[in-house]
T-cell receptor
Framework: GAVVSQHPSRVICKSGTSVKIECRSL??????MFWYRQFPKQSLMLMAT?????????EQGVEKDKFLINHASLTLSTLTVTSAHPEDSSFYIC???????????FGPGTRLTVL | GDSVTQMEGPVTLSEEAFLTINCTYT??????LFWYVQYPGEGLQLLLK?????DKGSNKGFEATYRKETTSFHLEKGSVQVSDSAVYFC?????????????FGGGTRLMVKP
């Protein structure tokens, strides 16, 4: 199957700072990318869906001004957590769909810890 | 709306035991059904899938059958190994969802002891 990478895998930051997480499709063009949040021992909650070149569609309850998503190319989407607070600490996972594939491929996730 | 319910864990088994993780769903029409596995510290990996009623998905000794009459997609494996210890997620994709959005169950943690 296709490969999706995320960077960084772990990040620790101070409260009030912004953190950018990258999601890349390595061997296919991702027309659609998804961002999920996973709390400890819980399921994945879809945060937003982004299509290359257009604005992301956010799920209800997700603050678009706090979680900025950019999908500027067919291989890269970024999630920026602005003015992060401890309650934003979580595991963030992206997935991508596109090319000849009819399924989502998931990245390895990024663990964010806000002190 | 669509929803997926799976048995709460953790499920603790001895090596070579038989595994069943129950999953039931609510959806309109005929969704596609998936099982994903998440190993510690990693993202999700697709384990198997089924796209229509009575289909059986299988991979790495795991299998699940799409049962429309009971709206279920239970995951089974005849003999688990320590390396199967992970969290398993049941998911569906509605045929009405052009955006390919997946709806996940709550996840079931499996712990296999030697």
């Amino acid at each position: 199957g296709a490969v999706v990478s995320q960077h960084p895998s772990r990040v620790i930051c101070k409260s009030g700072t912004s953190v950018k997480i990258e999601c890349r499709s390595l061997d296919f063009q991702a027309t659609t990318m998804f961002w999920y949040r996973q709390f400890p021992k819980q399921s994945l909650m879809l945060m937003a869906t982004s299509n290359e070149g257009s604005k992301a569609t956010y799920e209800q309850g997700v603050e678009k001004d706090k979680f900025l998503i950019n999908h500027a190319s067919l291989t890269l989407s970024t999630l920026t957590v602005t003015s992060a607070h401890p309650e934003d600490s979580s595991f963030y996972i992206c997935s991508a769909k596109g090319g000849n594939y009819n399924e989502q491929f998931f990245g390895p996730g990024t663990r964010l810890t806000v002190l | 709306g669509d929803s997926v319910t799976q048995m709460e864990g953790p499920v603790t088994l001895s090596e070579e035991a038989f595994l069943t993780i129950n999953c039931t769903y609510t959806a309109t029409g005929y969704p596609s059904l998936f099982w994903y596995v998440q190993y510690p510290g990693e993202g999700l990996q697709l384990l198997l899938k089924a796209t229509k009623a009575d289909d059986k998905g299988s991979n790495k000794g795991f299998e699940a059958t799409y049962r429309k009459e009971t709206t279920s997609f239970h995951l089974e494996k005849g003999s688990v190994q320590v390396s199967d210890s992970a969290v398993y997620f049941c998911a569906l994709k509605s045929p009405n969802n052009a955006g390919n959005m997946l709806t996940f169950g709550g996840g079931t943690r499996l712990m296999v002891k030697p």
